[in-house]
């Protein structure tokens, strides 16, 4: 999977992102429940935009330095794999 973060192109290692889909995926199943018990559709909605927003805003403070650090550990783990 690439993602584009801060006009950087970063290639997320493929196993990484398929646990992180599946740790997402409970959370927000869980979630979603948890609100349906409430009998609030709005706080489920509520939680997916303010989840949106704070990692968004998260990810946008990575700087080039960080972001680039990310990249130099996903290409040695990729060198490893071959």
């Not at 493929?14 to 429940?33: C, D, H, P, Q, S």
């Not at 989840?51 to 490893?80: F, P, R, W």
């Amino acid at each position: 999977m690439i993602v584009q973060i801060n006009q950087k192109d970063v290639q997320l290692n493929n196993k990484e992102v398929k646990l992180a889909r599946e740790m997402i995926t409970t959370f927000l199943k869980n979630a979603k429940e948890n609100c349906e018990k409430l009998g609030s559709f709005s706080m489920y909605f509520t939680l997916l935009v303010v989840a949106h927003t704070v990692t968004g805003n998260l990810i946008n403070t990575y700087d080039e330095k960080k972001i680039q650090l990310i990249m130099d550990k996903l290409c040695k783990a990729s060198e490893k794999k071959d």
